[in-house]
């Protein structure tokens, strides 16, 4: 248990399809981000949450919509994806400058 | 220009032995954090160490220190009596700014898989 989970562990969805992915934090962190690994790249920010405002987008298709209720869930709500958004999807929270918690991914498969 | 550079897309090491695995970066903000994270074949990202640029002795943990080079721009990260849980991919990361406040970003390498062989 990281204090970070992440649902489903996987995800297979067709190119029109809407799904979610869920993000929660039992750590009482303040911050909360998503973060997207492809194959052979460095991980790339999607979006930052502060106190459940959103303060950074970045140029994340529409396609990805993310979601903040509160400060300990985050979600990110996908339809129309590509194949190429095929991904792990990761989620972490912070509180201080020493380091984030994530949590164990989405595998996300489009077909 | 890349900000987190990783030069060995690969390592080998024998069980019990030490390794290090490289980590550059670039900066030109005075304050900054530098991390680094061990990622298992399930996907979580489990922190090891962090080293802040202002910090004048290397950071240890157990097995793990970081070898910072400021002049250098390194931190290269040393893990001692190497494990064979301890296969995995190692990223370095960079938060630039001072931190503090519970916003931030952190900049991340393209990563090493690490082997260890029995």
């Known amino acids: 248990e990281t204090g970070v989970t992440q649902t489903p562990r996987h995800l297979v969805m067709g190119m029109t399809n809407k799904k979610s992915l869920k993000c929660e934090q039992h750590l009482g962190h303040n911050a909360m981000y998503w973060y997207k690994q492809s194959a052979k790249k460095p991980l790339e920010l999607m979006f930052v949450y502060n106190f459940k405002e959103q303060t950074e987008n970045n140029s994340v298709p529409s396609r990805f919509s993310p979601e903040c209720p509160n400060s300990s869930h985050l979600f990110l709500h996908l339809h129309t994806l590509q194949p190429e958004d095929s991904a792990l999807y990761l989620c972490?929270?912070?509180?201080?400058?020493?380091?984030?918690?994530f949590g164990s991914g989405t595998r996300l498969t489009v077909v | 220009a890349q900000k987190i550079t990783q030069t060995q897309p690969g390592m080998f090491v024998q069980e019990k032995e030490a390794v290090t695995l490289d980590c550059t970066y670039d900066?030109?903000?005075?304050?900054?954090?530098l991390f680094w994270y061990k990622q298992p074949s399930s996907g979580e990202m489990i922190f090891l160490i962090y080293q802040g640029s202002y910090d004048q002795q290397n950071a240890t943990e157990g097995r793990y220190s970081l070898n910072f080079q400021k002049a250098r721009k390194s931190a290269n990260l040393v893990i001692s009596a190497s494990q064979l849980g301890d296969s995995a991919m190692y990223f370095c990361a960079m938060r630039e700014g001072k931190g503090g406040g519970s916003n931030y970003k952190l900049t991340f390498g393209k990563g090493t898989l690490l082997t260890v062989n029995p």
């Open positions: 900066t030109s903000d005075p304050s900054y954090g």
């Open positions: 972490a929270s912070s509180e201080t400058g020493r380091g984030y918690t």
